[in-house]
């Protein structure tokens, strides 16, 4: 059975990459497309709904699979150690989305941010509007307040493994034992029940800070901020892939 989860979270996972590299060629196109004028608004939005339905979709599996087990999607083990290195409760800060926003529209002057990671099709988002400036920073300060809230009930949750009956029972078994009865297999599953909970809460906030993201930018200004979000999940994968093979962690 354990062969058998650990199998389907990886293939869960690689999954989502490898739509990442799909959505990111869309993108690409829809760029192109743009900057020729030969896309409408109403195009790119479809593109941009598209790819908002494949991230609710993405959490809601993730909701249904951590239910059974959360652990591996907290520390997930499928990510590189660079990867993992970044994580806040088992994903990105949605408060990143928020930073990238700041990132493409102040940073794209050296030499465009390496010509986009060095990937050809260029990011601009353009100047933003006073009245965009504004959401962006209100948005900014609420998600940081909610990301604050969720990282505050985590670390209780982390603390509470010090907690009785976990830490009692722990410390009081014989030699190396580490005891083994009904009352810690509740406690464990109550506890990862809770943490479970704590992992939606904080996949919920992801999803909403970006689909807010989206209400923000225009439609060209989002799909070129999606494709950007996308090309730097991929290449911390691939400059993960690389540390770990040069530290003999492959």
């Not at 509740?186 to 990862?192: K, R, S, W, Y």
Request: glycine letters at 8%.
């Amino acid at each position: 059975m354990a062969t058998s989860d650990e199998a389907k979270e990886t293939c869960f996972y690689q999954q989502w990459m490898a739509l990442q590299e799909h959505e990111l060629s869309e993108l690409n196109r829809a760029i192109t497309l743009n900057a020729n004028g030969s896309t409408s608004d109403f195009e790119l939005t479809q593109l941009i709904d598209q790819i908002l339905t494949s991230f609710k979709n993405y959490v809601n599996m993730r909701r249904v699979m951590a239910k059974e087990d959360v652990s591996p999607y907290i520390a997930p083990t499928w990510c590189t150690t660079l990867e993992r290195s970044v994580l806040w409760i088992g994903g990105c800060r949605p408060s990143s989305y928020i930073r990238l926003i700041y990132t493409l529209t102040g940073m794209l002057t050296e030499s465009n941010l390496t010509e986009f990671l060095n990937g050809s099709n260029t990011v601009n988002l353009g100047e933003l509007s006073g009245a965009q400036i504004s959401m962006v920073d209100e948005l900014q300060k609420k998600t940081i307040g909610e990301e604050r809230r969720i990282s505050t009930r985590m670390a209780g949750l982390q603390e509470d493994v010090l907690d009785d009956p976990l830490a009692v029972i722990a410390v009081g078994s014989d030699g190396g034992s580490c005891g083994s009865s009904g009352t810690v297999e509740e406690a464990l599953t109550e506890h990862g029940g809770a943490m479970a909970a704590t992992l939606e809460a904080a996949d919920q906030l992801r999803l909403d800070t970006l689909v807010e993201v989206m209400k923000i930018l225009t439609p060209p200004q989002a799909v070129s901020y999606l494709a950007a979000g996308k090309k730097l999940q991929l290449c911390m994968q691939k400059w993960g892939r690389k540390k770990d093979s040069e530290h003999g962690r492959n």
